[in-house]
């Protein structure tokens, strides 16, 4: 089988497995419904290192899963997997992915893992349509997509966090090296009501910091986007009496100047003096990064206090048995914590067509939930590894992963 190649040199190339691309028993086709012309498939390229997020072409036809055998509790399966696993979603853990799917290849040299990342909302759309066997979403399933993915699944639909990762405050100001912005400054900004970095407001924040009286230009999300999504929650939680719209993937608000995807913000932010954004801390590169006020002090993105506000957030209740959508703290008093961050999750069936496809999305998602496949992302990535408790939690629920959906 043809072996594609991973863009950053550090990582290996990839593998060959046979899993369907209706994942979860559905046809390739996509049905009525949630089921939009963009959810209608993805061409997922071999993981790639730029957040492309752009669906392609509608998926060609896979080959019917080979009958493997049981994944071993190894993480990675213990080199008897082979095939090709198609996922498609967050450009945020485009970094990440690209480590797991090396690390689950090193294990398993068959396997072929492609992942498009096309944004949060076409992944989920995409695995709700059938169009991949697994999603990966910077937003948990709402109640409506549970009952539409566990439909196509004919099966329940369990998100579980894999990767956590700050959200960078991105600026392009190179007067000012070290930026601080309260909650409530942050959300003026994006709001629309500061103009220029010498605001009165900015100045506050920043009292021995020369600004400028360059204009502001706060650049957002055009896609729809679990970035988006977990940046609205905290300026919504964080600053209430100024971001009064509720957390959305759809930036809420008019004005600014808007680009797709991770990368486009990131380029955006670059080629303007004055802009100011939001990305995954990843792929932030040289740009500036705010710092924010936590407590009566200021902290900057790092794995390290996302991790800290992570070890405040409880899993959200009401949900289905094995799932662990999480209650992102937005407003922790824990020296150092990092509250704009930004929980990413795996999306899968709990009950795939037959054995072979079962323990291929199973040895993946060890893989990834292990401490070599989370090292491996925090290396990649920048990103927090998973809390212990919660790694327990997502090893019972892939668990629950079983054939004869």
């Known amino acids: 089988m043809k072996r594609s190649t991973l863009v950053r040199s550090a990582i290996p190339a990839t593998f060959a497995l046979t899993i369907g691309l209706a994942g979860c028993g559905a046809s390739n086709e996509p049905s009525g419904g949630g089921a939009s012309s963009a959810a209608a498939g993805v061409s997922a390229p071999a993981v790639v290192s730029s957040a492309a997020d752009s669906a392609g072409t509608s998926p060609s036809e896979a080959p019917s899963s080979d009958a493997s055998a049981p994944s071993s509790a190894a993480p ?32 398993n040299p ?16 995409n695995f709700i349509a059938g169009a991949v066997t697994f999603a990966g979403s910077d937003k948990f399933l709402t109640a409506d997509q549970l009952k539409s993915a566990q439909a196509q699944c004919k099966s329940p639909a369990l998100d579980i966090p894999t990767y956590v ?61 679990g970035t988006t999504n977990n940046f609205t929650d905290y300026l919504n939680k964080a600053a209430p009496d100024v971001w009064t719209d509720a957390a959305a993937e759809d930036w809420p608000v008019a004005g600014g100047e808007s680009a797709k995807g991770t990368s486009g ?36 993105p790092s794995a390290d206090g996302a991790a800290k506000t992570l070890s405040e957030s409880p899993t959200v209740t009401g949900r289905p048995d094995g799932d662990l959508a999480v209650n992102i703290n937005r407003t922790p008093k824990t020296d150092g914590a990092y509250p704009v961050l930004l929980v990413s999750y795996e999306i899968f069936c709990t009950k795939y067509p037959d054995a072979g496809q079962a323990n291929l999305v199973s040895g993946m998602l060890k893989y990834i939930v292990s401490a070599e496949g ?24 892939i668990a629950m992963i079983a054939s004869g959906g």
């Open 265 to 300: 913000v990131v380029q955006a932010v670059s080629g303007g003096e004055g802009t100011i954004g939001y990305a995954d801390d990843s792929q932030a590169g040289t740009l500036g990064k705010a710092k924010v006020k936590v407590g009566s002090g200021f902290s900057g």
């Open 165 to 225: 990762s700050p959200i960078a405050v991105v600026y392009n100001l190179p007067s000012v090296k070290d930026l601080q912005l309260s909650p409530k400054t942050l959300a003026s900004i994006f709001r629309g009501k500061i103009s220029t970095w010498n605001d009165p407001a900015i100045k506050a924040d920043n009292p021995s910091a020369s600004l400028p009286s360059t204009k502001v230009t706060p650049v957002h999300r055009s896609d729809k986007s």
């Open 76 to 107: 990675g399966g213990g080199g008897d997997l082979s095939g090709t696993l198609k996922g498609a979603g967050s450009s945020a853990q485009t970094a990440a992915m690209q480590a797991w799917a090396a690390g689950f290849q090193a294990a």
């Open 374 to 397: 989370q090292q491996g992302a925090a290396k990649n990535a920048g990103s927090a590894p998973l809390p212990d408790s919660l790694v327990t939690k997502a090893q019972a629920s």
């Open 110 to 125: 068959g396997a072929n893992v492609q992942y498009a990342p096309v944004g949060s909302g076409a992944g989920v759309k």
